[in-house]
């Protein structure tokens, strides 16, 4: 087998990107963060997995009495709003806040953003909140930029990721957060850079709760890299991208794709990951 460091001589930048994946994942593999992850109920199981699976350590903790004495400890906390209800935000708001007073990175998946007017006002709360992360699809993040309830087609995305880019740049600039845009090409901005993760296969969006699984991949590569997000967010997207990619050779259809998407995640290799990763700078 050739040697991984023999890959992409003549792409520095896109060596030195799949390099930082590479260390990235080693890192999560070894440290094996706590994720705390208030979520929804379609996705519970699938972020559970990937996180295991990434070499993680899921929590899918949720309980508003037990958050002070337990989000404190964990790496990092990654709050979903996709089954949202008045009962489970307070629990989102408090966990949020304690993650963000004890120095813990969380990131915010304002599933469905626009689809009604409390779910927008939900989202924007929790954004005032400071995430490190907002992961979306071009439809959720343009929704919560403009702050306006728009046409849904539920948690389905509307736009591109690239209709999406000066939206997640506004955003990114308003709210202090990294903005990760979720679709053919997944974009990650902070405001000023923009950069863009390649990876993936069109059948990972007939999968329900790969999106909500890339947000917590997120949050543990964010937790053992706090001083670099975007390189972060673009690198979980990017892994998981590749996961999906090394899946579909052996999938049938969707079934069978979440399966060896759980097992590609978790067999992925060095080689597979310098080979692979196509990170790229589009601004």
């Known amino acids: 087998?050739?040697?991984?460091?023999?890959?992409?001589?003549?792409?520095?930048?896109?060596?030195?990107?799949?390099?930082?994946?590479?260390?990235?994942?080693?890192?999560?593999?070894s440290q094996s963060p706590l994720i705390q992850c208030i979520t929804?109920?379609?996705?519970?199981?699938?972020?559970?997995?990937?996180?295991?699976?990434?070499?993680?350590?899921?929590?899918?903790?949720?309980?508003?009495e037990e958050l002070p004495e337990f989000t404190p400890q964990v790496h990092a906390l990654c709050v979903n709003v996709g089954t949202l209800s008045a009962g489970w935000?307070?629990?989102?708001?408090?966990?949020?806040?304690?993650?963000?007073?004890?120095?813990?990175?969380w990131v915010l998946?304002?599933?469905?953003?626009?689809?009604?007017?409390?779910?927008?006002?939900?989202?924007?709360?929790?954004?005032?909140?400071k995430p490190t992360v907002i992961r979306g699809n071009g439809s959720e993040i343009i929704s919560l930029a403009k702050a306006s309830v728009e046409p849904t087609k539920g948690v389905?995305?509307?736009?591109?990721?690239?209709?999406?880019?000066?939206?997640?740049?506004?955003?990114?600039?308003?709210?202090?957060?990294?903005?990760a845009v979720s679709g053919a090409v997944d974009i990650v901005t902070d405001g000023k850079r923009v950069v863009g993760a390649h990876n993936g296969v069109a059948m990972m969006t007939k999968i329900t709760a790969t999106g909500c699984s890339v947000t917590a991949l997120i949050?543990?590569?964010?937790?053992?890299?706090?001083?670099?997000?975007l390189e972060a967010t673009a690198s979980a997207l990017s892994v998981f991208g590749i996961a999906g990619e090394m899946g579909m050779k052996m999938a049938n259809g969707p079934a069978s794709l979440r399966m060896h998407l759980i097992d590609s995640l978790y067999g992925i290799d060095e080689v597979c990951v310098l080979s692979h990763a196509k990170i790229t700078s589009l601004s």
């Open 89 to 105: 935000l307070p629990a989102m708001k408090l966990a949020a806040e304690l993650a963000h007073k004890s120095g813990k990175p």
């Open 109 to 129: 998946d304002p599933v469905a953003a626009g689809a009604s007017s409390f779910r927008l006002k939900a989202c924007l709360e929790l954004v005032e909140l």
């Open 219 to 229: 949050a543990a590569f964010v937790s053992v890299d706090q001083s670099h997000v």
């Open 156 to 179: 389905d995305s509307s736009h591109e990721s690239t209709d999406a880019v000066e939206s997640a740049k506004s955003l990114a600039q308003a709210s202090g957060a990294i903005v």
């Open 1 to 29: 087998m050739e040697s991984a460091s023999n890959y992409k001589e003549e792409e520095p930048e896109t060596t030195m990107w799949s390099q930082k994946a590479w260390a990235l994942l080693s890192t999560v593999r």
């Open 40 to 64: 929804n109920f379609v996705s519970m199981d699938l972020m559970a997995n990937t996180l295991l699976s990434a070499g993680a350590s899921p929590a899918m903790l949720h309980t508003l």
